[in-house]
């Protein structure tokens, strides 16, 4: 493993700390959460400060789209379904 001097570390990739705080960290991510949906998450910020965003169904079971950064839109088509237990001497059917 190559040691890099702390100037090169912080100006290049924004790290922290030296050897009197134990090592070196930089930030991470941190998510946002809707209290209303029982604090799902609803957007996520990068450590560069990019926001991304997710948007769930009426019923919060499914995820509906994704935002990145870029503004690339993610759309999920979503089908409810129900599928009944089947006895293998009869046929079954399927409502999907």
């Given at each position: ?32 959460f809707e209290p209303a949906r029982f604090y799902l ?56």
């Amino acid at each position: 493993m190559t040691r890099s001097p702390p100037a090169v570390l912080s100006r290049r990739h924004g790290a922290h700390g030296g050897q009197r705080d134990g090592g070196y960290w930089t930030a991470s991510g941190r998510v946002i959460f809707e209290p209303a949906r029982f604090y799902l998450p609803v957007e996520a910020v990068d450590p560069f400060g990019e926001h991304s965003f997710v948007t769930y169904d009426d019923f919060a079971l499914l995820v509906e789209t994704t935002t990145d950064p870029l503004n690339d839109l993610v759309q999920v088509e979503r089908k409810y379904g129900i599928e009944t237990p089947c006895k293998p001497e009869r046929s079954c059917g399927r409502l999907l």
